[in-house]
């Protein structure tokens, strides 16, 4: 069985493989009487979209979204919301050494293992390219959550980390790497580019953080917040790693380090720490929603790895074409657009049980 949907009371469902003539999504479950347009979708695009700089693959795609149905006169109507982005940018002479042998770190071989027969243009329906559908599903999705902001920003490259004292979330937006640091932006663009010019690939660490969730969000069992997050984040290409609030780190507190203490406030209680993540027994607390997304460094790469072929003879394999020195740095958007698809699902089942 093939599955190409992801949430409960707002699914979205994504289509289309990276060579394809398009791809898209078609979203599910969103209220009525939403004011959307193509203009309220692109600008996430944009974020994500290749070729903006020489820290990312030089494919040259606009990523035009279309919207098919489920808008009359400038807002929703209920009925599921088909999204449709052209891929006009294809270049699949250059994976014609991919047809024969297996990239190691990609999906090839299991891919093959599984269905007997595979896309190798890219990577088809494994590419990295079919997020582009999400990030067009996540901007639907944040119209049905006004009350939320999310902001994601990378806080590690390569292991370098960012200088958690000079964050500054305004420089988000004024470098190639979604950088909230000065600082880290400069050594960055140094190991980024000495990672291209070498035919190679970095790791990256994107952290997101949603401000506004309010309590109450999230279920005690099978439908946590933070499980959904985790799977949804894991979703992603080439994300290993998802940490919720503290992550791996609350494994070495103590019980009392680990503790975030409660005061009586004004409006109610006052969080003393998040080292939850604003997640308990997977129920939103009211506090930030903080998420980490660890991006293995890209499998496509220019030096020579060895590999098989699909007879299971020994070979070595180097992946031609244009491809990211760093995945992570567009999965940012990505990362954001998810944040979006599962608090969004979480706002209105919430709303459906608890009114």
């Keep these: ?64 979204v279309r919207i098919l149905s489920g808008v009359f006169e400038g807002r929703t109507t209920g009925t599921p919301i088909s999204l449709m982005i052209e891929n006009v940018d294809q270049r699949s002479k250059d994976y014609s050494e991919v047809a024969k042998a297996y990239r190691p770190g990609h999906a090839d071989y299991a891919y093959d293992a599984k269905y007997g027969f595979r896309d190798y243009r890219g990577g088809g329906r494994s590419s990295a390219r079919e997020t582009a559908a999400r990030v067009a599903a996540g901007a639907v999705a944040r119209l049905v959550i006004p009350e939320v902001t999310i902001t994601a920003y990378i806080s590690q490259i390569g292991g370098d980390e960012i200088d958690r004292a000079a964050i500054d ?19 960055w663009e140094k190991l980024v580019d000495e990672a291209r010019l070498a035919g190679s690939s970095l790791g990256a660490v994107v952290e997101c ?74 129920i939103s607390t009211g506090q930030p929603v903080v998420c980490r997304v660890a991006f293995k ?19 070595q394999i180097r992946t031609k074409g244009r491809h990211d020195p760093c995945v992570g740095i567009r999965g ?11 608090l969004a699902d979480h706002k209105l089942l919430h709303r459906a049980q608890c009114g």
């Design 297 to 315: 460094p890209t499998s496509s790469i220019l030096t020579a790895v060895d590999t098989i072929d699909r007879d299971g003879e020994n070979t």
């Design 1 to 64: 069985m093939s599955y190409n949907t992801f949430g409960r009371a707002l699914r979205f469902t994504t289509w289309g493989e990276s060579h394809g003539p398009a791809l898209g999504a078609v979203v599910d479950g969103c209220p009525p009487g939403l004011a959307l347009s193509e203009a309220d979708i692109q600008p996430f695009m944009d974020a994500r979209r290749p070729g903006q700089s020489k820290y990312t693959t030089q494919r040259q795609e606009p990523d035009a």
């Design 169 to 187: 979330f305004a420089k988000i937006g004024n470098n190639p790497f979604f950088c909230p640091d000065p600082a880290a932006t400069v050594r």
């Design 332 to 342: 940012t958007p990505v990362v954001e657009a998810m944040m979006a698809l599962v």
């Design 209 to 282: 953080v949603a401000n506004g969730v309010p309590a109450g969000w999230g279920a005690p069992i099978y439908a946590k917040l933070d499980a959904d997050l985790a799977g949804g984040m894991m979703g992603i290409n080439a994300v290993k790693g998802v940490e919720i609030g503290d992550g791996f780190l609350a494994a070495t507190l103590t019980g009392e380090q680990n503790a975030d203490p409660m005061r009586s406030g004004e409006s109610g209680p006052e969080f003393e720490a998040n080292h939850a993540g604003g997640i308990a027994g997977g």
